[in-house]
Each structure stands twice: as structure tokens, then as C-alpha cells.
């Protein structure tokens, strides 16, 4: 049965650290609503109602551009494989840019990531658990290597013009900060 609690608990930690992938919605007042999956090693839990993660090189940048506008955000975890959970993590949530101070103090919490374009951090105000038990079983196999490899291959360069010309602005017309 489902439970809302005010913090992430140490199992529930435990938990979150266990998944391969979480999932990230966002939503200005106006426009569309924007659901991401996440992964590889980008989510830190800093405390019981503090989170931050790692925001990759994507061809959008549509949560940037909606927490500038609207700072809530929503983070979802599933377990696919184990006992059955669906965790949800609300809240409200500050981007940080590779030139902003917190950014420097935060990046070395996750390990070394080309293409690494900002940290989100989370303060925490409600933590929802549901059952999850119709969430399907699946086998994580291995991380794909395509994002990594294809940010390496750019350089850093390549990358800030890619977010001059891909990532600066969302579906809706929104700036992002970059």
C-alpha cells in the first residue's frame, strides 16, 4: 500500500541507489509537460529531503528551461527487478550552469561525465511510495555507451556550440539558461 512520508528514509535510499534509471517530470505554467529517463551514474541523495543530479547533453533541454519558469519538479523511481515499488520524489529543484559556483562545488560528487551540462539540485517536501506491482520484470543488461562516446568524440568545444544551437531555447520557446 502506498505511504507519504516527509523525508527519504534509509531504506528508501538504499532503494534509489540500487536503480539504473529514474525518470524527471517538469512543466511550466503554459506549454507541454516534460517526462526524461535518466541514468548512468547521475543521482546523489545529499539527505533526507536533498537530491541532486547530473543533467547530460540531450538534443533538448526542456527541464532547464521549466525550472526557470516553474522550480517543482517530480522524480520517479521503479523497481523492475526485486520487490515490487514505485517511489516519487516532489519537490522544488535549482539548475545550476557550469558557470555558477554551486555547480563547481557539486560536480565532483559524480564521477568524471563528457557532455556533463548541469547539476539540479532537489529540495525534497513529499516522498510517495505505491505498490508497483504493475510494473513489469526486466534484467538490466549493461549501460549504453552511445551518449558518452559521442560527447567524448565532440570535445568540449564542439559540445558548447552544440548547446548554442540545440539546447538554448525548449519546444516552447522557453530559454534555458544556457
Known amino acids: 500500500m502506498g505511504k507519504q512520508l516527509e523525508s527519504i528514509t534509509p531504506e528508501l535510499q538504499e ?27 547521475t543521482f546523489r541523495v545529499l539527505g533526507q529531503n536533498k537530491v541532486l543530479w547530473l543533467n547530460l547533453t ?13 522550480s ?21 529543484a535549482k539548475i545550476y550552469h557550469q558557470s555558477d559556483e554551486a555547480y563547481q562545488q557539486h560536480i565532483d560528487l559524480f564521477p568524471k561525465i563528457a557532455g556533463a551540462r ?16 504493475a510494473v513489469p520484470f526486466m534484467d538490466f543488461k549493461e549501460e549504453r555507451t552511445q551518449l558518452k562516446s559521442w560527447a567524448e568524440k565532440q ?13 538554448r531555447v525548449s519546444i516552447d520557446g522557453f530559454e534555458t539558461g544556457m
Request: proline content about 2%; some cysteine; glycine content about 10%.
Open 15 to 41: 532503494f534509489i541507489i540500487n536503480q539504473k534509471i529514474f525518470f524527471v517530470g517538469t512543466a511550466a505554467e503554459e506549454g507541454r509537460v516534460n517526462v526524461s529517463p535518466k541514468g548512468m551514474d
Open 118 to 133: 548541469q547539476v539540479i539540485e532537489m529540495e525534497v517536501d513529499l516522498v510517495q511510495t505505491s505498490c508497483g506491482t
Open 155 to 167: 570535445g568540449e568545444e564542439r559540445i558548447r556550440n552544440y548547446w548554442k544551437e540545440k539546447n
Open 58 to 70: 540531450g538534443s533538448g533541454n526542456e527541464t532547464a528551461a521549466h525550472l526557470i519558469k516553474n
Open 72 to 92: 517543482r519538479m517530480t522524480i520517479m523511481f521503479c523497481a523492475f527487478e526485486g520487490k515490487p515499488l514505485i517511489l516519487r520524489l516532489y519537490g522544488t
